[in-house]
């Protein structure tokens, strides 16, 4: 049986207006929140944190350069 602190069967709060949710539109409370979201992550209003240029994945570092007429530099 769960414990009355089960995480599960706590009122899972709206994102947006902070109103309780509902199972059709979970984690929103209305369509209308799970729009003003969508509307968001559309405008740019969300970003995910990405790499900056210079810090790169490694892939080509270690490349060998090659001037206009082959040679290797």
């Known amino acids: 049986m769960p414990s009355p ?3 599960r069967k ?3 709060r709206c ?3 902070g109103n309780t949710a ?11 929140c799970a729009d003003i979201d969508l509307g968001k992550w ?5 970003a995910v944190a ?3 240029e210079d810090e790169g994945d490694g892939a080509g570092a270690n490349d060998e350069k090659r001037s ?3 040679d290797k530099k």
């Open 15 to 17: 994102p947006i207006c």
């Open 42 to 46: 559309f405008s740019g209003g969300y």
């Open 68 to 70: 206009s007429d082959g």
């Open 22 to 32: 509902v199972e059709a539109y979970r984690p929103f409370c209305s369509k209308r």
């Open 50 to 52: 990405g790499r900056d």
């Open 5 to 7: 602190q089960d995480p």
């Open 10 to 12: 706590r009122p899972v």
